[in-house]
């Protein structure tokens, strides 16, 4: 989640040249392009298709292409790219409803046995087939690579936010095994035949279909990972047959953007687009003045002073993310040890104050761990109330000196004027100054790592539309327990969840939620509201709590419209 401010501080003031120098070369490079803003253009009164069924998108928060591998840890950015370059044996609708894309499937009566049957006419981009032992073998070949990369150091995304993709995998049987390298294959994944793919769970998991969306899935073309192993795989593979998406690189500009046009090899419905330009915008405040200018088809990602002028255009649409802002408390040490000091801290905080007021409306204060476009969710009254915050410190310190506390957190996640209205309302109700300290990105995953600090915010982002990776993040094992908080009830109450189902599974992670909120192992902040701008002219796509929505390309098309 990003609440910066708007101001530049002068100690920053030196790369700012850095970075507009390049940035104003790609605006007037795109300058030179049609303009794309604009209304419709009506035929006998109905809109009509555009001649040139050209998309020129903004890929945000990156300055070039790190990884084309759909089995690495992407960024949002990156999951963009992965769906546009492979697809996989299910896709989510806009809903997030799991619907077949390159196979159909049965599911055993004890859940734990998945058979695919795979569309035959599913190949790679360069017209090689795509099989049941494919899925075998790219499967394999993503643990693997998954395992060697293990060692690497944590970015903020591996240590605060979502878990690795490979664990996406672990319900799989024999996962785990591959995964620690007391295997060489997957015993729980097997090709029956040609086109038949039997994959054995080691418990049912509920979530297991909606897992198969993910990148990390995907199919990839295993003989150019092999005549390609020793290069780059950005530079030389991009523009081949690697994958099985509706899409393949035609121009790579480093360090500016992508050219994709359709692949002829694509099993599903023939595309409307005929190229379709990704341009690499890290900031996505140069991103909402290129939209703005003409020069882009959408733009999402936006800033809170963005969000807040572009409410008034019809072309605004924001939701809800899957996405939860939350503070954590060291619970093994003073004085954070004491739950009802954690209550006091959470019952101080106004959040609606904070969501409304301080941030004016851009995100949703939250009361849950869950968010509200989260299936599972379940609505809590607000929290805040003084008089209480009041009486639970004195329970927790009696007459005792208040005691120390320092606020942690990373300074690209919360803004200043958002740190000091909360450290304003502890003042207030509770009579502790507590100190900020704000750290790079860096600086805070060490501090993470290394568990010193005392209080502190992580941002969860699920991978899935369920509860279930929000609740598995605070069991006593989690290495994403920031709080190192353990609690038996919390963990047996999600564990009986894991291979429950229905109704009694969501009332299971309702329950395992009540007891973490009760303990205040986490004080829930706020949900973020993800927002896009998307020209009428557009067909297609969307904005949904995962954010941009694509997918059926068929589906894309430019309608006629002036400048």
């Known amino acids: 989640m990003f609440l910066r401010s708007s101001g530049v501080s002068v100690g920053r003031r030196w790369r700012l040249s850095v970075v507009l120098f390049p940035l104003c070369a790609l605006l007037l490079i795109l300058s030179a392009c049609a303009g794309k803003s604009g209304t419709l253009i009506l035929l006998h009164g109905?809109?009509?298709?555009?001649?040139?069924?050209?998309?020129?998108?903004?890929?945000?928060?990156t300055t070039d292409v790190n990884s084309i591998d759909p089995a690495s840890n992407l960024d949002e950015s990156g999951k963009l790219l992965a769906g546009m370059l492979y697809s996989g044996l299910v896709r989510q609708d806009e809903q997030l409803q799991v619907?077949?894309?390159?196979?159909?499937?049965?599911?055993?009566g004890d859940g734990k046995t998945y058979t695919f049957s795979l569309n035959p006419a599913v190949t790679f981009a360069d017209g090689s087939p795509v099989t049941a032992q494919t899925y075998v073998d790219s499967w394999t070949s993503a643990l693997k690579s998954a395992a060697a990369s293990a060692a690497l150091p944590p970015t903020l995304n591996d240590t605060s936010d979502t878990p690795l993709p490979y664990t996406l995998a672990l319900p799989i049987a024999g996962a785990d095994a591959l995964y620690t390298g007391h295997a060489?294959?997957?015993?729980?994944?097997?090709?029956?035949?040609?086109h038949t793919l039997r994959v054995t769970l080691t418990q049912p998991t509920a979530t297991f279909l909606q897992s198969l969306a993910q990148p990390f899935f995907f199919p990839v073309n295993q003989s150019l990972v092999s005549a390609y192993a020793q290069q780059p795989w950005p530079v030389t593979i991009a523009e081949h047959g690697i994958g099985t998406g509706p899409f393949i690189v035609k121009q790579w500009n480093?360090?500016?953007?992508?050219?994709?046009?359709?692949?002829?090899?694509y099993y599903g419905p023939k595309l409307t687009l005929t190229q379709l330009t990704v341009y690499f915008m890290n900031d996505p405040q140069v991103a909402y003045i290129a939209n703005r200018a003409g020069h882009f088809d959408l733009t999402y990602n936006m800033v809170t002073n963005?969000?807040?002028?572009?409410?008034?255009?019809?072309?605004?649409?924001?939701?809800?993310?899957?996405?939860?802002?939350?503070?954590?408390?060291n619970v093994n040490q003073a004085p954070f040890n004491s739950k009802e000091l954690r209550q006091a801290f959470a019952s101080a905080l106004d959040k609606q104050r904070l969501a409304n007021v301080t941030l004016q409306g851009v995100v949703t204060p939250a009361e849950t761990l869950f968010p509200p476009t989260m299936t599972g969710y379940q609505a809590a009254p607000a929290s805040f109330n003084a008089a209480h915050a009041s009486q639970l410190l004195k329970s927790a310190i009696g007459s005792g000196a208040a005691p120390s506390i320092t606020f942690t957190y990373p300074q690209s996640a919360l803004s200043v004027p958002t740190a000091t209205a909360m450290q304003s309302m502890w003042q207030q109700s509770l009579g502790i100054h507590v100190n900020l300290h704000p750290l790079q990105d860096d600086a805070y995953v060490h501090a993470l790592s290394t568990n010193s600090i005392q209080?502190?915010?992580?941002?969860?982002?699920?991978?899935?539309?369920?509860?279930?990776?929000?609740?598995?993040?605070?069991?006593?094992?989690?290495?994403?327990?920031?709080?190192?908080?353990?609690?038996?009830?919390?963990?047996?109450?999600?564990?009986?969840?894991?291979?429950?189902?229905?109704?009694?599974?969501l009332r299971l992670y309702d329950q395992a939620e009540q007891i973490a909120?009760?303990?205040?192992?986490?004080?829930?902040?706020?949900?973020?509201?993800?927002?896009?701008?998307?020209?009428?002219?557009?067909?297609?796509?969307?904005y949904n709590a995962m954010g941009l929505y694509f997918g059926d390309w068929s589906q894309v098309k430019i309608l006629n419209h002036n400048f």
């Open 46 to 61: 109905k809109p009509a298709l555009a001649a040139a069924q050209e998309l020129s998108i903004p890929l945000i928060g």
């Open 99 to 108: 619907v077949p894309d390159q196979a159909t499937w049965q599911i055993s």
């Open 184 to 194: 060489q294959s997957l015993a729980g994944v097997q090709a029956v035949d040609a």
């Open 254 to 265: 480093r360090d500016i953007s992508l050219v994709l046009v359709p692949n002829t090899h």
């Open 306 to 329: 963005d969000q807040l002028s572009a409410k008034k255009l019809n072309t605004f649409s924001s939701t809800t993310l899957l996405q939860t802002d939350a503070l954590f408390f």
């Open 455 to 505: 209080f502190g915010l992580y941002t969860w982002t699920s991978q899935l539309d369920d509860p279930s990776d929000f609740a598995s993040r605070l069991l006593s094992t989690s290495t994403q327990n920031a709080g190192q908080w353990q609690n038996a009830a919390y963990d047996s109450t999600v564990k009986q969840a894991e291979t429950a189902s229905g109704a009694d599974r």
């Open 517 to 542: 909120l009760h303990d205040a192992a986490i004080v829930p902040l706020f949900h973020d509201t993800g927002a896009a701008l998307v020209g009428p002219w557009v067909q297609g796509i969307s």
